[in-house]
């Protein structure tokens, strides 16, 4: 289909035509320059393409988590190694799974010896594979532990905890032992969903025009790097840390770019650049 003259071009007008005019929701067919050619307006159902293809099942992975608490609210939380997924990150200790293996689920595992109690489970989804963390709690007296460090449960917001550690905190703390809004003091109660850019015009083009001038880079990244479906894990409550470690690790050679992504996120949302210059300028 890719034309011999011009590709990168040919590139860049499909995605402005998908963005703009072809939309999956509600294509402008009057609009559309290939509307002579087009199949699917001959056949009077443009809003059935583009055809969703069958979600591949995840597969799901498991382990254990170890909330240990003392009496003056401390938790213990390490740094997860640099490499790897959410590289870089705090989290309590947890046993040691990956996205190819299981760990142990069993309070056997714990980091230390202590009266570990069964505090259900959290299962958080990413991109390609479920976790399953079996969530274990004591309460015990601060001791030294190798490679890691006791923080106190009120500064935990300033942890890098990956979402999965915030809902073991949740998790805990909502429903077994603390009142509600001891930690979540800004619990999240409405949520809006614009779903086809009703309300907001949203556009990563605007920055990456700029960022990834070659058209067929710039579709490359966002068909396999930032991904729509790696931008709706953030939408869900994913933290940015969170997201560019995850799509570092798939693709490092990226990472600028990556990082770019949320460096410029507010320039994707124009409306949101007049405001702020509106707000500015007075
Ligand atoms: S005519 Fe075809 S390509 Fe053009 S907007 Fe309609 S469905 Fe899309």
């Known amino acids: 289909m890719t034309p011999d003259q011009r590709p ?39 809003q059935r393409f583009p055809l969703k293809m069958p979600k591949a099942a995840r597969p799901v992975r498991r382990g254990a988590a170890f909330i240990a608490e003392t009496p003056d609210q401390r938790i213990l939380l390490k740094t997860r190694e640099n490499k790897g997924l959410l590289g870089g ?18 309070a056997g595992a714990a980091p230390f010896t202590a009266d570990w109690t069964a505090k259900g489970e959290v299962v958080h989804v990413f991109t390609h594979f479920e976790l399953r963390l079996a969530i274990w709690h004591a309460n015990l007296g601060e ?4 490679g890691a460090r006791w923080t106190k449960i009120a500064a935990l917001g300033e942890e890098a905890l990956p979402s999965v550690m915030k809902r073991q905190s949740r ?8 009142p509600a809004g001891e930690i979540m003091t800004t619990e999240i109660r409405h949520i809006v969903y614009d779903i086809g850019h009703v309300l907001v015009h949203y556009d990563p083009l605007v920055p990456f025009s700029r960022i990834i001038p070659d058209p067929e880079k710039r579709a490359r990244f966002f068909a396999e790097v930032c991904t729509d479906a790696w931008n709706h894990e953030q939408d869900r409550g994913r933290p940015w840390p969170e997201a560019e470690a995850e799509a570092i690790a798939r693709h490092p050679q990226e990472a600028d770019n990556i990082r770019a992504f949320r460096a410029h996120w507010e320039e994707m949302i124009p409306m949101f650049m007049k405001i702020q210059s509106h707000f500015t300028s007075r």
């Open 171 to 178: 998790r805990l703390y909502l429903t077994h032992s603390r």
């Open 89 to 106: 990150m705090a989290e309590v200790p947890t046993t040691a799974w990956t996205a190819r293996i299981d760990g142990e689920t069993g």
């Open 8 to 46: 990168g071009d040919f590139a860049q007008a499909m995605m402005d035509l998908g963005a703009t005019i072809c939309t999956p929701k509600r294509p402008a067919c009057v609009l559309c320059p290939l509307r002579d050619d087009c199949i699917a307006l001959a056949r009077d159902d443009p």
């Open 143 to 146: 001791r030294p532990v190798a």
